[in-house]
């Protein structure tokens, strides 16, 4: 159920740039945009209902209907599960090189390992039928790292559908109650030594 749909013009602010901004950027912004603000009611089964309160630029309404902007409003959430997939699952949430030139080579080999197991999924969800969006991120990872050249992809796990699925934003794990290393570990054993 659809509240409202309004437009407004948003105005740059007359009291001069916020401190975060530099003024080159502040004196790119336009003077005004205009906007629209749709407000709509989500109802999920077992759920409170829940009002959204949605501004975008893309003020036409025959072109951009209020279904397809609150599906890709929900579909937002899905970033998470892929940073999640890259962080953990690719070990990437710590980088390992000490130099600039060693951590953007990294960085490249990290994205090229996801690219190729995006391909995979995509072909695998082509192949079962299935949206790649449901195909199991580190089972592909999994076929990619045991795979020989010119080998068939087998069938993948599907994961079950979670669209209207919502994750508390919170650690799994506790952090350690040790210090950082901050210092060589010999210096570190030196110093334990002569406590």
């Not at 948003?10 to 950027?25: D, I, T, Y």
């Not at 709509?40 to 209907?65: C, M, N, P, W």
């Not at 109650?177 to 334990?192: C, D, I, N």
Request: hydrophobic share 40%; aromatic share 10%.
């Amino acid at each position: 159920m659809v509240y409202s749909i309004k437009l407004f013009i948003w105005q740059k602010n007359p009291r001069g740039k916020p401190n975060w901004m530099s003024a080159e950027q502040f004196a790119a912004l336009p003077s005004e945009i205009t906007v629209r603000e749709i407000r709509y009611t989500v109802h999920q089964k077992g759920f409170r209902s829940k009002e959204i309160t949605l501004v975008t630029t893309l003020l036409d309404a025959d072109v951009y209907t209020l279904p397809q902007l609150a599906d890709l409003y929900r579909q937002r959430w899905e970033i998470e599960t892929k940073l999640g997939h890259v962080k953990t699952t690719m070990n990437m949430n710590v980088l390992k090189c000490k130099t600039v030139d060693g951590v953007m080579k990294e960085l490249h080999i990290f994205a090229l390992v996801y690219n190729l197991n995006r391909q995979v999924m995509v072909l695998a969800s082509k192949q079962q039928a299935v949206p790649v969006k449901r195909i199991s991120f580190i089972d592909a990872l999994r076929w990619l790292k045991e795979a020989e050249p010119n080998q068939i992809l087998e069938w993948l796990v599907v994961n079950p559908d979670r669209s209207s699925r919502y994750e508390p934003r919170v650690r799994k794990r506790r952090p350690k109650k040790y210090r950082l290393m901050q210092e060589s570990r010999m210096v570190l054993k030196q110093r334990f030594a002569a406590q």
